[in-house]
């Protein structure tokens, strides 16, 4: 005789082996996924078109330019004669910024203490706008410096050093990420819409007449999305550490360890959300709504935290997925160990907790409400 | 006398809508007793009731003696319940199936596979064994959800319209089962929208408005009616019936199979010259009249109107 | 062009065979259903039924035969046929959120009927089938008899010349099953062709011609009470079962 959430479970691992169209679903989507990510949503920035209106056309201008496009980040496009070819080359999508170099550049740098070398940059891609300021904001201080330098010693040398992820590369931070909002969307999204399935073909309608306890289905429910999502979980990890090289520091158990907490807490959310909805599509949507939204735009996966509004960021407190991101990128990309993150680990725990006895309360094994 | 299951004054509402009105019915141990009544009348509200699928709003209930509000899990364990509508997994196998209902009522495992193979040889299931549930035929598929049902030795079955949508001859063969199974002591409660499964129960119950107009055995129901029934063959039955009603001479026409039932309060002789006026104003070869006793349905439209 | 060929048959069948795979579901079958006549076709679950009453409603190509519904091509004309006939199921397919009359005006609007004439043609049929006084409640709130009658009035909103039945009664108490006769009837006195398919053998009674199928073919067809007498029995339910055990 076995346990009724045994059975359960079984029957529930015949209904996904004999669906291998939602089994490849499961597996291909994080591999898609983190494809899509890490190519073609980069932060990183390369080869922006920039003009060069060179107005000086002097050795030292020449020279400075050429300082400008080695880094890789810039190209020149359109070499500019007069200010009025600049608005064209923007229009037309030559070019995203434009650097004016005046009149006697070469005369004024050893002499003046401000020359006005103008930047204009267009601004309909706010993101690519910023970055590009940025980047040419820093290149004419190191510029700027090494002029000086020469003129005399600099008080300061600041040498900004990035640790952890050092070429700041977007894989190293978006692959933790994803399988933050992976493992949420397999455990919450399944499991929402697998309870909500048989509420739908009236198979739970048989189930609830035998004397099986509310917690009984739930675990035998969730049980193999357990296995799914971790199974998951370590593609992505092996796929962004073989295909975008991103490194894993921790210890591959400590990893497994925290990937189990996390899909006990994305479960439970899952449950909760399933416990009352009486249709599939209700519950994909709600699903969608309550854990792969936050997930991707309230975890700090994309967006940092400290820029959203006070609201948000409150909001966020709930979100399970911010505190595996603290957790995750810590283990892949610090190599840090249980000690450091006891914190969030806690958290997820609890919330698990919380919100799965909530669930099993309100999980009936009758028709009404 | 003891009674399997015993209903006092159950009432439930849905929302403004009354489902079960103060509904009273016993059901005798080992008996096959027939719930029969229109559609809405509170059937399948009070088979969900009786296992704790809904909870009524008033009034109480015992099954094989035990409380089933209370007790709800030790009812589960002794009653079989079949929904109207087919609730087994499409993508399991037969055996599956009845394996998944056999564990989640915990039968031990070497007992699991001595009913299983009795009850595919009692469905004669047993060359499907290894089917897909979607791939059975309407009739295969209700005994299949029947055996899954009995896999667990219910003490007592409830049975939600078993046989809608199911071919005269799968439909025989299921009353057949179930005859088997009252044979074996097990109590069963049906409901039904076929007269003559209603007329092989021991008593019946018509329902209506969630409340039991009549309970009898159905052999004892046709006295209920009151006036005098005459049963017609005639050539062109649907065109004479509709005549008949039109001329308004007669308290009630119906249609059953290819002879009319013709009602009235009237003594026969008098019904039988005004039939046959009436039909012979309308070219119609009557072949015979002649007095009949109420069928079940008879005494059903009658009660309900 | 389009123009049908004339003939006196609502529905003309020749060796009509569908297979899926190596089964075949519809083996060789031939019957006629003439104009106005209400025509049951029984058989077991699984019989071929459904399958062909798809291929007659142009929704299934059959492997090999004849067909033509309304003397149109069920191969070529599936169009044409659809124009032309009406077809209601157990299933129902209504919207249980819509109201009966949103309903009523979503099917009339599918079969492109305009404004005006949608609601005469409404405001007609609910006069006929007593569904005026449920028009404006919720489609899920009506008793099932009720339904069935909206599933039959949305089904003949455009008139067709031909109805399909699929188990139209499944499910329906005997009083309902009656009323939803007495309506199939008016439709065949006014010319409409019936074509119904169902489990009740005393709603095949009620048929002019009946076809008892099995295994994917046709065992006989004949008037009820020729069959019976053919068969020396007393109701259409032991014809049917002594043709199927056979």
Redesign the interface.
Known sequence: MKPRFIAIMQKEFIHIWRDPRSLTIIILLPLVMIFLYGYAITFDIKEIKIGILDQDRSPTSREMVRQLTKSGYFVVTADLHDRSEIEPAFLGRKIVAAVIIPDNFSRDLNTSFRIPVQLLVDGSNSNLATVTINYIKTFFLTYSLQINARLLNAPIDMQPRVWYNPDLKSANFIAPGLVAVIMMLICALLTSATIARERETGTMEQILVSPIRSAEIIVGKTFPYIFLAIIDAIAIVVFAWVVFKVPFRGHPLLFLFFAVVYVYTCLSLGIFISARVKTQQVALMAAQLVTTLPSLLLSGFIFPIVSMPKVLQLISYIVPAKYFLVIIRSVMLKGVGMAALWQPTLFLLVFGTLLLFISVKRFKTNLEG | MTYDINIVDVSKRFGSTVALDGLTLNVRQGEMFGLI????AGKTTLL?IL?????ADAGHHLLAGVDGRKK???V??F?G?M???????P??SVA?NMR??A???????KEREIRLQRLLEFSRLGPFIDRRAHAL????KQKLALS?TLI?TPKILLLD?PS?????????EFWSILAELRGQGVTILVTT???DEAARCDRIAFIHKGKILVTDEPTAIPSLFKKNLLELHCRQH?MAA?FLEQSRAFESV?????RLHVSSHKPNAQTTRLIKSTLAAANIDVISIKPVQARI?DV??EL?Q | MNNPVQIPYSVQVEELTRCFGSFVAVDHITFNVADGEIFGFLGANGAGKTTTIKMLCGLLLPTSGKGFVEGFNIYTQSDQIKQNIGYMSQKFSLYEDLLVRENLEFYGGIYGLDNHTLRQTIETSVMATGLREHLEKLTRDIPVGWKQRLALTCAILHKPKILFLDEPTGGVDPISRHQFWSLIYELAEKGTTVFVTTHYMEEAEYCNRLSIMHNGRIMDIGAPQTLKEKYKQSTIEDVFIQLVKK
């Open positions: 009544g229109p559609d809405g969900r296992c704790g699928l809904y909870l709800m899990r030790t589960r364990s009653i319940y929904p109207q509508r087919f609730s087994l997994y993508d399991l599956e998944f209902f564990d989640l009522f915990q039968v031990p495992h035929s309407g009739g295969m899954c667990h319209e809608t949508g199911v071919d005269p001859v799968s439909r025989r929208p076929y007269m649907v509709r119906k249609i059953f199979g290819d349905e059903f439209v309900l």
